[in-house]
């Protein structure tokens, strides 16, 4: 059964070739028995009678995503069930069952959308592999290798054919490294742009929910809808961009794979080709990694300690976890997530972009093939942390800037494209001169 674009159901179901009740119907049939472990929850019976209201609506004929199923990543609210945020069903069975949507799945419902259902995360969504007590998510694009992490459920159903638009978030990468790892494209909006609402901090403000779509037009219509903004719907004309090349290595440690520096180089090429120019450039990257470290520690704590406080079992979070979670209370003791260091690096980013005279920044979204999908969660902290950081170093700074940034595939790798806040357009318009 052939998968339409998002942006192709929406125009059968307001142009009446077909129903929403058709489009989910056939998604759920090409879910079957979810070989790739993306779902945590399907919900046949109310994704139909969703469609069923969708397809009752007055103003069918206009919304923008009329009839598209969908999928949400748990660790937001979908009214009608509780949000693990990838504990096991035992430690979060106190939670509560959520009363209203977030308010990005308040947007896509409002938009047509249809929920087909919830997919799933690693535990607190800190890991860049995605396994919980259930399964072990797999890769439909690297056999064997974990679509990444947290959003890993979500790349693994799109680049499976499950549906075509899937929510996920991004606080570290967990929207570009999954997507990367994967073979889709992802952006992860600026600061502000959509709604987070993630967890007590928004992992102190890195945190945005952001569009996992198999075509830069999808991702382009998805993001126009979680930021209420539809101008951003229609890609425009990219031409005469300058584009920096940035190749030089985000991290000591970091070795990116010539497959990976090849495919980025080409990418390159190609904007050339369009009419941009093209410089290589050395990204000013912090020599200290200690306040991105602190950050993901810390952002543990708080959502480890805020899950509880709602009712799950502190005594059933994963060994991981805890060790995570205690490593961000001492790091938060010691003052050590300090917003200045942030604002630090960003006048230090602002001056290289505007000295190098930089509209978008393209650079590896991966640094190797991604790590070896394995249930983790029965592993050593030490592993997670190890497999986290090794693979996908090249996102994580954009987080902590609040810059919006995204993953296009290009000869199979994710290339990865950054413009300064506000340059979601000229992300998306650049990335659909580089789709094949």
């Given at each position: 059964?052939?998968l339409?674009?998002?942006?192709?159901?929406?125009?059968?179901?307001r142009?009446?070739?077909?129903?929403a009740?058709?489009?989910?119907?056939q998604?759920?049939?090409?879910?079957?028995?979810d070989?790739?472990?993306?779902w945590r929850?399907?919900?046949?019976?109310?994704?139909?009678?969703?469609?069923?209201?969708?397809?009752?609506?007055?103003?069918?004929?206009?919304?923008?995503?009329?009839?598209?199923?969908?999928?949400i990543?748990?660790?937001?609210?979908?009214?009608?069930?509780?949000?693990?945020?990838?504990?096991?069903?035992?430690?979060?069975?106190?939670?509560?069952?959520?009363?209203?949507?977030?308010?990005?799945?308040?947007?896509?419902?409002?938009?047509?959308?249809?929920?087909?259902?919830?997919?799933?995360?690693?535990?607190?969504?800190?890991?860049?592999?995605?396994?919980?007590?259930?399964?072990?998510?797999?890769?439909?694009?690297?056999?064997?290798?974990?679509?990444?992490?947290?959003?890993?459920?979500?790349?693994?159903?799109?680049?499976?054919?499950?549906?075509?638009?899937?929510?996920?978030?991004?606080?570290?990468?967990?929207?570009?490294?999954p997507?990367?790892?994967?073979?889709?494209?992802?952006?992860k909006?600026?600061?502000?742009?959509?709604?987070?609402?993630?967890?007590?901090?928004?992992?102190f403000?890195?945190?945005?929910?952001?569009?996992?779509?198999?075509?830069?037009?999808?991702?382009?219509?998805?993001?126009?809808?979680?930021?209420?903004?539809?101008?951003?719907?229609?890609?425009?004309?990219?031409?005469?961009?300058?584009?920096?090349?940035?190749?030089?290595?985000?991290?000591?440690?970091?070795?990116?794979?010539?497959?990976?520096v090849?495919?980025?180089?080409?990418?390159?090429?190609?904007?050339a080709?369009?009419?941009?120019?093209?410089?290589?450039?050395?990204?000013?990257?912090?020599?200290?990694?200690?306040?991105?470290?602190?950050?993901?520690?810390?952002?543990?704590?708080?959502?480890?300690?805020?899950?509880?406080?709602?009712?799950?079992?502190?005594?059933?979070?994963?060994?991981?976890?805890?060790?995570?979670?205690?490593?961000?209370?001492?790091?938060?003791?010691?003052?050590?997530?300090?917003?200045?260091?942030?604002?630090?690096l960003?006048?230090?980013?602002?001056?290289?972009?505007?000295?190098?005279?930089?509209?978008?920044?393209?650079?590896?979204?991966?640094?190797?093939?991604?790590?070896?999908a394995?249930?983790?969660?029965?592993?050593?902290?030490?592993?997670?942390?190890?497999?986290?950081?090794?693979?996908?170093?090249?996102?994580?700074?954009?987080?902590?800037?609040?810059?919006?940034?995204?993953?296009?595939?290009?000869?199979?790798?994710?290339?990865?494209?950054?413009?300064r806040?506000?340059?979601?357009?000229?992300?998306?318009?650049?990335?659909a001169?580089?789709?094949?």
């Amino acid at each position: 059964m052939t998968l339409l674009t998002a942006a192709a159901t929406a125009d059968g179901v307001r142009e009446g070739r077909h129903t929403a009740v058709e489009t989910t119907r056939q998604a759920l049939d090409r879910i079957g028995e979810d070989e790739v472990n993306g779902w945590r929850v399907v919900r046949p019976e109310e994704a139909l009678a969703e469609a069923a209201a969708v397809d009752a609506r007055p103003d069918r004929y206009s919304l923008p995503l009329a009839g598209v199923p969908i999928a949400i990543k748990d660790n937001v609210a979908v009214s009608g069930y509780r949000v693990l945020d990838g504990v096991s069903a035992a430690c979060g069975a106190g939670l509560p069952v959520e009363q209203t949507d977030h308010p990005v799945v308040k947007r896509l419902r409002a938009a047509g959308a249809v929920v087909v259902g919830l997919t799933r995360v690693p535990e607190l969504c800190l890991w860049a592999m995605t396994d919980d007590a259930e399964a072990v998510v797999a890769n439909p694009h690297r056999p064997g290798r974990t679509p990444g992490g947290s959003s890993g459920g979500s790349a693994a159903v799109v680049a499976a054919g499950h549906v075509a638009l899937a929510h996920g978030n991004d606080g570290l990468g967990s929207l570009r490294g999954p997507a990367a790892a994967a073979g889709i494209v992802a952006i992860k909006p600026g600061r502000g742009v959509v709604p987070a609402e993630l967890g007590p901090t928004n992992w102190f403000g890195m945190a945005e929910n952001g569009p996992m779509t198999r075509t830069v037009a999808d991702a382009a219509l998805g993001l126009s809808v979680m930021a209420a903004r539809p101008d951003l719907a229609e890609i425009g004309d990219a031409a005469g961009l300058r584009i920096g090349l940035g190749l030089n290595r985000p991290t000591p440690a970091t070795f990116t794979s010539q497959t990976i520096v090849d495919a980025v180089r080409g990418a390159t090429t190609t904007l050339a080709a369009q009419g941009h120019s093209v410089r290589e450039v050395r990204v000013p990257y912090p020599a200290s990694p200690l306040p991105l470290l602190a950050r993901w520690v810390a952002a543990a704590a708080t959502d480890a300690d805020d899950l509880v406080a709602r009712g799950a079992d502190a005594s059933l979070l994963q060994a991981r976890t805890r060790r995570h979670a205690a490593l961000g209370r001492l790091v938060a003791d010691r003052g050590l997530v300090r917003p200045a260091d942030a604002a630090a690096l960003e006048s230090v980013l602002e001056r290289f972009f505007a000295n190098e005279r930089i509209d978008v920044l393209v650079t590896p979204t991966l640094a190797r093939r991604p790590a070896r999908a394995r249930r983790y969660s029965a592993l050593p902290w030490a592993v997670s942390a190890a497999a986290s950081l090794g693979y996908a170093p090249h996102p994580s700074l954009w987080n902590l800037l609040g810059w919006p940034a995204m993953t296009v595939p290009v000869r199979g790798e994710g290339v990865q494209l950054i413009a300064r806040p506000g340059g979601e357009a000229e992300l998306l318009a650049v990335a659909a001169e580089l789709e094949v």
